[in-house]
């Protein structure tokens, strides 16, 4: 039984900083890709970044997020700095064979989401 398990989220204030990671069990994870995305209260679903052998970030996020993982660990994480109150939403993580890069389609297993919140 494949599982995604996100942590890391939180409350943070504005500027600050927080580490989602993404630990996924059940499936062979180097032949993922995986996906960060986010739902804000009455927002549709964001692809923020993914990774595979290479890496992809919304415009909304680029520059203040990093996404990496570490096969070893069966680890995907989300570094996210610079926060804004406009990152508020919940954080899921993702992994998909032949997703759609930057869309939802495509992702077979999904978590089941982290709490990010920022503060102004």
């Known amino acids: 039984q494949v599982q995604l398990a996100e942590s890391g989220g939180g409350l943070v204030q504005a500027g600050g900083s927080l580490r989602l990671s993404c630990a996924a069990s059940?499936?062979?994870?180097?032949?993922?890709?995986m996906g960060w995305f986010r739902q804000a209260p009455g927002k549709e679903r964001e692809c923020l970044a993914a990774?595979?052998?290479?890496?992809y970030y919304a415009d909304s996020v680029k520059g203040r997020f990093t996404i990496s993982r570490d096969n070893a660990k069966n680890t995907v994480y989300l570094q996210m700095n610079s926060l804004k109150p406009e990152d508020t939403a919940v954080y899921y993580c993702?992994?998909?064979?032949?997703?759609?890069?930057?869309?939802?389609?495509?992702?077979?297993?999904w978590g089941q989401g982290t709490q990010v919140t920022v503060s102004s």
């Open positions: 993702a992994a998909g064979v032949w997703p759609v890069i930057g869309t939802s389609t495509g992702y077979n297993y």
């Open positions: 990774i595979s052998r290479s890496t």
């Open positions: 059940g499936l062979t994870f180097s032949t993922y890709t």
